[in-house]
């Protein structure tokens, strides 16, 4: 009977169902003895909210609590359902990990020959000398699948940031990384450095929707070189050009028929004030209510939802024609973590659906200060050459003035 339930097991874990992942992590605190804690966050998307996968673990795994059973995040029924699960993992010492999704299969008709899936995260917990403490991962996170008309070029800015004040990069998968087998980028789709896609399709036109399968990988580079020591002493160099760690991000972009108009607003939503910008930042505090406002408007079409991608217990409404609103509560677990929440506005025309550009922010949640400084700090160095050292002239003129030494300082450019 054993082996019976076992090969149904197998069987059906060989459906085709998968549209991708994603997994970010963050270091808890280190102890004494040299032991520490990390907090894995990871999205599982199928086609159906009760299939999963197991996310299997190499090297020092230690021991591990499942924090968050897999909760459903959002769902179009009958396409796909993101699901949000947490681990925590307690290592006997800094000595980072891999973990890795693997199997299979793809949703159907994967036209770049991506078959069977492979996601991997190195995750990094060595001491780092410029921040004194572990290494953060980027974070990201997006819908399962995007929808983009045939005929329509289109640049999706993706939201990835670092907490740690790191460069984030991406690219797509590699078979040197073990991230993917077979690594087949999308035609369509472009991925530059700086975490954007250009979608260009040289098909003029189709009657049915075309899938391809995105594998990407995303890493965090220092921005000046930096020492990583092990828990026993050891240490290594990493320099600008050196990823620290690197995180998967994978879903499905299905390329839908041709729309009469690629004009933001006329089939394609058009987002409206008060809407946040693309990659903007907010900051939350504990149990406090975070609302995301959010309008959009067709004039062709008819506006009919919003998906969204998050953290999973992020609540929707509609308090009206093409409007909406994001409401997230953090607990005390989230606090000191940055989380992405990312969103797109979806349109009916002529039983095809279309989905608004992507808009993502991120949230960073804790007790925080807006200190108002009068005067100014002048400064020869630049936000994009010298971050680190005009970080550090601030920090010093701020201790100066009587702020606390242990503060965090973190730069942005306005407008």
Known sequence: MFLLVLSLLVSGSQASHFLGTMMTYYPVETQTNGSVSVILRYKQNFVECSQSVTWNCEGNCGSWTRMLPLTKVEEVSGEWCQTEGVITHQLPNNTGFQTKLDGGLWIDNILNRIVYWRAVAAVELRNRSDIGKPNTSPQTTILPALRVPVNCPRTINLLAFDPDGDEVKCRYGNAADSECNPCNPPPVLNVSSSCSLTFSSSVSNTSSELRYAVQLVVEDFPRQTITLTETGGSQEVKTTS?????????????????VPSCAEGSYVARFLPPTPDNRAQKFIQVNKVLEINIRAEATHSTVTGLLFSGPHNVSKSSPGSGSFTLSWTPTAA??????????????????????????????????????????????????????????????????????????????????
């Open 334 to 415: 989230e606090s000191g973590q940055s989380h992405p929440i990312c969103f797109v506005v979806e349109t009916s025309y002529n039983y095809n659906t279309y989905h608004s550009e992507l808009r993502c922010v991120a949230v960073t949640v804790g007790n925080y200060y807006v200190v108002a400084l009068r005067g100014r700090i002048s400064t020869s160095l630049s936000l994009e050459n010298d971050y680190d050292a005009l970080v550090k002239q601030i920090k010093d003129e701020l201790t100066r003035r009587g702020l606390h030494t242990g503060m965090n300082v973190r730069l942005h450019r306005m407008g």
């Open 242 to 258: 050196d990823a620290i760690s690197k995180i998967p991000l994978q879903f499905a972009l299905k390329v839908i028929p041709e």
